[in-house]
């Protein structure tokens, strides 16, 4: 196996179901690599394990070749062969697990979503510390996310540290309490791990049934640091509203818990080098700003007659974690106030995507509102760059990547107080905020009448004082959501725990 060059800083390997741009889901990919990019250039040595899916953009992987290793694995008390395939991506060191298992784990067009998601992760759990082990790799730091990989941890303090590889502490970060990944408990012994020990109350049982494990909870337990991604969604998990059921298990191990807020890239993500733009443009001056929104309202039909109307845009999943029922109606408000309105998103859920395709087909001819209900990393950017404002009416955000994303691009955010939002986004209106953070427009329930009252307030800034506007975009566009704040706090959180372990050790 390939081994790495020696580095003064920290050996850190992340065991993910994604990384962007290659296997990009959501905002975890954004995570894995945004993160991981950010703690090389602060010197530390960092690889990725990632499986080897059928639908990787491997356009994007350089040098990919696969090891001329037999890498054996155990799963249903049998050794599976695997191929491992090394390469880099975004200038990382990755490696890909393709097992040769008859049930073709990683061959089903797809991340998630596949009847035997359980199976399918534990295996590569299982896999990815078998890859380390087999290596003799000694990481300091293994750093897992959300439910699929959470098994890592247990595997790891219950079979692994047996074995002597036990120089790691684990790292596991929850991106969204909402997916547990549980499941009967008969399904956890595949990967090696023993029912007896582990499905009991105070380890990996779920906390409604008894019969049933959570991996969640397991990767809560057994892990050394826990994180989730903004300090407010920490609070919210820890209480029976936002927990999901976990919150019990998040206060008894609190001391180890803590939220950092992502960071987002601001290379990928930059108004003055964008390609995607038909205009670049900077804080320094916002002529691009203009010539986008034009070429915005060109090419979607969207009139230009009253060329200074402001442009409200919003790019999103389209689930009830984002709120819908508000995004809807945010259309009708941002008409009712006098501005345009641009959605880009799309629904994995059937009755959703049908009644955003019936509200689309309803605007197709209409001169300030246009729907779009597509993935289009293209458009994304142009959206970003031609709004003005940009709507997140979420119920519940862990942390949120596009507030921070229009922000760079000089659209001013309109926000519900919770999660990252609520750690990002400060009202522009509330006296108690000191003037240099305030940056957009914010409301705390989730209802129309709050939402109302945060539009009217932000059109009527932009309409009655548009100088303070001007100032408002430049300086939001200035504000540093770089990854480079939220990498220093992940690495003391590793030194720390590192430190803690080698002192354990030297006192043995
Ligand atoms: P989540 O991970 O819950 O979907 P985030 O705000 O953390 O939400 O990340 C969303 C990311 O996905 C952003 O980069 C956003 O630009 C992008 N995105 C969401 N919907 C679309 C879409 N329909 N087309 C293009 N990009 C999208």
Known sequence: LTQPQKCQGLHVVHIAAEMAPVAKVGGLGDVVSGLSKALQRKGHLVEIVLPKYDCLQDDHISDLKILDVAMESYFDGQLFRNKIWVGIVEGLPVYFIEPHHPSNFFWRGKVYGEH???????????????????????????HCHDWQTAFVAPLYWDIYANKGFNSARICFTCHNFEYQGTTHVSELSSCGLD????????????NFAHDRINPLKGGIVFSNIVTTVSPTYAQEARTAEGGWGLHGTLNIHSKKFVGILNGIDTDSWNPSTDTFLPAQYSADDLHGKEENKDALRLHLGLSSAQAFKPLVGCITRLVPQKGVHLIRHAIYQTLELGGQFVLLGFSPVAHIQREFEG??????????????????DALSHIIYAASDMFIIPSTFEPCGLTQMIAMRYGSVPIVRRTGGLNDSVFDVDDDSIPQQYKNGFSFWSPNELELNNAMERAFNYYSRTPGNWKKLVKKIMTLDFSWETSAAQYEELYVKAVAKARAATSHV
Request: hydrophobic letters at 40%; charged letters at 35%.
């Open 116 to 142: 035997d998601d359980f199976k399918r992760f534990s295996f590569f759990c299982r896999a990815a510390l078998e890859l380390l082990y087999q290596a003799g790799k000694k990481p300091d730091i293994i």
């Open 195 to 206: 029912i007896v020990r582990l499905n009991r109350p105070d380890r990996m049982q779920d």
């Open 359 to 376: 509200l689309a087909n309803h605007f197709k001819d209409h001169p300030d509102v246009r729907l779009l209900l597509k993935y289009d």
